[in-house]
């Protein structure tokens, strides 16, 4: 998984369905928490990481639901409060 040349360590990808195909759930999950996170820091705002992880947890959870489980019905398929 690695080239010749190039420290995978300090290598960043923020394509986020080839992390989840490469990697698995969990680094995507990261990725995306990530992404939200430099978003917001981009735009002076914060958010606790904890929404954050609630968030794309449910994110995440639907990909797998819909990938893996596309015979039931989604459980979260409520919408906006």
């Known amino acids: 998984m690695g080239t010749e040349g190039i420290d995978g360590c300090k290598t960043k990808r923020n394509q986020i369905f080839e992390v989840e195909q490469t990697l698995g ?8 928490i990530d992404e939200i996170n430099e978003t917001m820091k981009a735009h002076g705002m914060s958010i606790d990481v904890r929404h954050m992880m609630l968030l794309v947890d449910l994110m995440t ?3 797998f639901e819909s990938r893996d489980l596309e015979f039931k019905k989604k459980c979260f398929d409520v919408g906006f409060i």
Not at 25 to 32: K, P, S
């Open 25 to 32: 759930i969990e680094a995507a999950r990261i990725c995306v």
């Open 61 to 63: 959870f639907r990909v």
